[in-house]
């Protein structure tokens, strides 16, 4: 799809005609230090977690992972304000300009992200001077490319008259508002605009070699204030049971400041939890599906004890609690167009806790009452009332046998990606689950 002047191209899937099957997997484009380095400024509620897929194809098309970065920042404004945010990408921006050597950047926001980024642009000339393009990925409309940068626009469900005047303006009326972020037709439009070329793939294909390096943040959700305190703790661990593997831990280390760990040398294809531990608090287990590339935008998100909304969970020695998430909306109420998210094989999502219009990507599965008793007739009000956020009331028993996640994403011909996990007592753990956003 060509995206070359101040047009809008409205896309979909009936209008996109399928990709034919290659008959020999293609050669991966070499690493270009050339190509100029990329930041992501995500939304409100979110993290630079939701670039991790765009990162992984950029990279999968030849940009250096060194040159990807997200900056995280604070959507609720209580620890920072936007001139803050802005401050911060400047120094963002220094710091990938002087690791690359290149003299502008390419800046993508998202959602509450592209007020912040097109602030930035207009606030000082200099600012602008030193971004070569800008994506504005589903958010605000603009009378003209802010501070004169050329600009894509890219629109998904809603307002079809949405638009950034003078921009490439592109719709995608049948995607979801944060899957605008991780749609392989978005990324291949961003890929062209920033490049004047199409990618060589949109799929994320594992790396060569079998060893990659992992890093990224502890921070506290929703502000991203790093965990500045505790000990991280990383496993590879059974891909059928989630049971760490006999020996030490792969990976150990304190968290202090930011929060950051890593790189962290794990194997391509091996399923790993990564372990947060804090006095006083539960210990919080992560699990993701394999890791198939070099990994730079990991985010842990937790809470403080008695904080945030695993402070609305309940806890007993008898029930497990699980959070899951995707950075792809789950749709419950699309009848065949539905995704499925299955638990010990019975699918949870239905029109009442995740109908489209709620734009759902974060899970929170728990026995309200601790009557060990599954109810999924209405979402937990607590949880449905959190943007992008629902809750289901779900008896997870804790025993020896591991509790059984599958992800059936909507239109991948009923592709299964499973996570297994142990059924931990939620009187002393907390389980997040991050499924991929692709297939």
Not at 87 to 94: C, E, F, L, S
Not at 102 to 128: K, N
Not at 264 to 272: C, D, F, P, T
Not at 394 to 401: A, G
Request: overall charge negative; glycine content about 10%; some cysteine.
């Amino acid at each position: 799809m060509a995206v070359t002047g101040a047009a809008t191209v409205a896309c979909s899937d009936s209008s996109v005609p399928p990709a034919p099957v290659p008959t020999t997997t293609p050669v991966e484009p070499p690493a270009d230090p050339s190509r100029l380095p990329i930041l992501f400024v995500h939304g409100g509620a979110g993290s630079g977690a939701q670039f991790e897929t765009p990162a992984r194809r950029f990279a999968a098309n030849g940009y250096p992972v060194g040159h990807i970065d997200a900056i995280d920042w604070d959507s609720t404004f209580t620890v920072e304000t936007a001139e803050q945010v802005h401050a911060r990408i400047d120094a963002r921006i220094d710091a990938l300009l002087t690791a690359t050597g290149a003299a502008r950047v390419e800046l993508v926001g998202h959602s509450m992200g592209t007020m912040i980024s097109q602030d930035y642009l207009t606030s000082r000339p200099e600012r602008a001077a030193r971004v070569a393009h800008y994506v504005n990925l589903d958010g605000r409309t603009a009378q003209a490319p802010p501070g004169g940068v050329p600009t894509l626009a890219v629109w998904a469900e809603g307002d079809p008259a949405r638009q950034i005047v003078g921009a490439d303006n592109v719709q995608f009326a049948d995607l979801g508002h944060t899957e605008s972020v991780t749609s392989p037709r978005i990324f291949a439009a961003e890929f062209e605009f920033f490049t004047g070329r199409k990618p060589a793939t949109t799929e994320i294909r594992p790396t060569a070699g079998g060893m990659i390096q992992l890093s990224g943040r502890a921070v506290l959700f929703p502000t991203n204030v790093g965990l500045s305190e505790g000990r991280l703790e990383v496993y590879e661990v059974e891909a059928a049971t989630g049971k760490r593997r006999p020996g030490s831990p792969v990976a150990a280390t304190a968290l202090t400041g930011e929060g950051a760990f890593g790189p962290i040398a794990a194997r391509a294809g091996a399923s790993y939890e990564f372990a947060v531990l804090r006095p006083g608090a539960a210990t919080h287990h992560f699990y993701f599906q394999p890791f198939q590339r070099n990994d730079r935008l990991i985010r842990l998100l937790t809470s403080r004890p008695g904080e945030g909304l695993g402070a609305r969970m309940e806890t007993a020695p008898a029930h497990t609690n699980i959070t899951i998430s995707r950075y792809r909306e789950w749709w419950g109420d699309q009848g065949p167009a539905s995704d499925q998210l299955l638990v010990d094989g019975a699918n949870l999502l239905n029109p009442a806790n995740t109908p489209r219009q709620k734009r759902p990507i974060g899970l929170f599965l728990t026995d309200v009452g601790t009557d060990r008793r599954t109810d999924l007739t209405a979402p937990i009000p607590a949880f449905f009332s959190v943007i992008f956020m629902t809750g289901m009331d779900v008896f997870l028993p804790t025993d020896d046998t591991a509790i059984i996640l599958e992800s059936v994403q909507r239109g991948t011909g009923g592709h299964r990606d499973v996570i297994a996990v142990p059924a931990f007592p939620s009187s002393e753990h907390r389980v997040s689950v991050l499924f991929n956003d692709y297939s």
